[in-house]
């Protein structure tokens, strides 16, 4: 490393650590928008901060335009986790935490905005900085394109990535198409009639009801979708009675559909409502199923991804650049590539020798 890098990845630690301290959730990011709209301001670049409630975006002009801006992306936003004590630069903030790594896209972005300010003679593409809110369930991204980030500024490509402490620290990995879920969650209200345990005929049991919907729904993946694509579909609450001899009134099921098309993003939520509709009706209960769209599947440009794959193998060797399998989490960078061509990478965080293994 040069004199000039080692100094720069010093600043990005430093960069790094001071937001590790104050992370702030979704669409409350004004301390660290503060922070990146200062340290933006510093390399004398155009900033807009406020957009879409607490993003920042700065602009890198070319010295001449020709084919649209680049537009890259990190994400502000910190999760509701209690972080352990222990790390002099661990979360000041009760109950607030950088678990899923925005702390260090951000130092990243804000790097690389330095060493593109520093090439900006060179450039012959706008460079678009772009740190949105809200990535952690809020759709920050899409409330940023619907402000025009993308069409005020003619981008015409995007990338954005994610550390990813599952792969091995010194891995850049990247895979053209399908590369993370779409993201619908759904919650079904089965609804019978309470009763005594005692007397379940006088009763209609919502639990019995809710029980068979649940082993129907895995049937859902196993018929309904083509064994060449993937799909997921997960209960991960089920609520029903209070007693041990008391029939309820109602089960109320809660669940995650992921997929990488949309063609079975359709089928998961058809199934999922009909399997648990009509098998509630089969044991005389009612279904009350209600869908919560989620982000859409990020799908990477093959070109754009061949870009990527270059340069990162120009900085850990060819080796070091892996293909993923596609993953099933869910990113609202999705959106972005919905509009424009681009890239989603995932950059290696994880080091088994200094225990750093934790997912995300
Ligand atoms: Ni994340």
Not at 25 to 43: H, I, K, N, P, S
Not at 61 to 78: I, K, M, Q, S, T
Not at 231 to 254: M, T
Not at 274 to 288: F, K, M
């Amino acid at each position: 490393m040069t004199s000039v890098g080692a100094e720069l990845a010093e600043r990005l630690v430093g960069w790094r650590r001071h937001l590790h301290l104050r992370p702030e959730l979704g669409f409350e990011e004004t301390e660290t928008a503060a922070f990146v709209a200062e340290q933006l301001r510093g390399l004398k670049l155009s900033v807009t901060t406020g957009v879409a409630r607490t993003g920042v975006v700065a602009v890198l002009p070319a010295a001449r335009e020709e084919r649209g801006a680049v537009l890259l992306r990190a994400d502000l936003d910190g999760l509701p986790i209690q972080e352990k004590a222990g790390r002099t630069y661990g979360s000041k903030i009760p109950g607030r935490m950088h678990a899923c790594g925005h702390d260090g896209h951000m130092a990243m972005l804000l790097g690389a905005a330095e060493l593109l300010v520093g090439q900006r003679g060179r450039l012959d593409r706008n460079v678009i900085f772009c740190f949105q809110p809200g990535e952690e369930g809020f759709g920050g991204a899409k409330a940023m394109i619907e402000e025009g980030v993308l069409r005020d500024h003619r981008v015409a490509e995007a990338y954005g990535l994610h550390l990813w402490s599952p792969f091995p620290v010194g891995t850049i990995q990247v895979r053209p198409g399908p590369t993370m879920a779409a993201q619908d969650e759904f919650e079904a209200t089965i609804r019978g009639r309470g009763g005594h345990g005692a007397q379940p005929h006088a009763a209609i049991d919502p639990i019995v009801a809710a029980a068979h919907g649940l082993v129907g729904l895995q049937a859902v993946v196993a018929r309904a979708v083509d064994p060449m694509d993937a799909a997921v579909v997960s209960v991960g609450s089920f609520h029903a009675g209070s007693a041990a001899n008391v029939i309820p009134d109602e089960a109320v099921l809660r669940g995650t559909l992921r997929s990488f098309d949309e063609g079975v993003r359709e089928a998961l939520r058809v199934g999922a409502r009909r399997v648990l509709e009509e098998t509630a009706a089969a044991h005389g209960a009612t279904c009350d199923f209600v869908l919560f769209p989620g982000y859409p599947a990020v799908v990477n440009d093959a070109a754009a991804v061949e870009r990527v794959r270059k340069h990162a193998a120009a900085v850990v060797g060819d080796a070091k650049v892996v293909e993923p399998k596609p993953m099933a989490a869910a990113e609202d960078f999705a959106y972005f590539l919905r509009e424009v061509p681009g890239a989603f990478t995932f950059i290696g965080a994880g080091n088994t020798a200094r225990g750093i293994t934790a997912p995300r």
